[in-house]
């Protein structure tokens, strides 16, 4: 009955090791992927990038201003009309 100890001993010696090699590693992907993430972030300040809440935010500005635009040409040829023609 000893002999089935032992080689049962050893086997859970070895996926203990295992399970504790697995957990390390899972640690250093999270540590590498928080430092190249703070690396990443630290070299698109340098850069000057705009994050893209604030492009998106002034994308839709810009679409809202040419609608306007456009709003406000029909309605003043609309106006030039009524008046009799071109005025500038």
Known sequence: MRSNQGPNRILDEFARVMTDAAGAAQGARREAETFFRSQGERL???????????????????????????????????????LGGDVS
Request: proline share 0%.
């Open 44 to 82: 698109m300040s340098q850069m000057d990038v705009v994050q893209r809440e604030e492009f998106e935010a002034v994308r839709e500005m810009a679409v809202r201003a040419r609608t306007e635009n456009e709003a406000l040409k029909a309605r003043i040829a609309k106006l030039e009309e009524k």
